[in-house]
């Protein structure tokens, strides 16, 4: 799930050229929750990867690993930009 289309269609792009396109899903909204909701999908993912913004208060990116860690299959992983 991403907030901006720019991202969107990176994922997009870079999943279809390494090959995982068929095992990857790229969403647009701000509201990942509401948008799993709303998909009626399940929060359990195998790989999370995020890009969490650090500038100006560091709880932006402690919202973003709490959610990466209840969106998370009991063995699955995170993996962000630090």
């Known amino acids: 799930m991403e907030s901006h289309a720019r991202g969107v269609d990176a994922i997009r792009t870079n999943a279809q050229t390494h090959g995982v396109a068929d095992r990857c899903r790229a969403m647009l909204t701000a ?3 509401a948008a799993v909701e709303q998909e009626g999908l399940s929060w359990s993912f ?7 913004p650090y500038y100006g208060n560091w709880r932006i990116a ?18 962000l930009v630090t």
């Not at 195998?46 to 969490?52: G, I, K, S, Y």
Request: aromatic share 4%; glycine share 8%.
């Open 46 to 52: 195998d790989l999370v990867l995020t890009n969490p």
């Open 31 to 33: 509201d990942p929750a």
């Open 62 to 79: 402690e919202l973003f690993l709490e959610a990466a860690g209840q969106a998370l299959k009991p063995s699955g992983r995170i993996q």
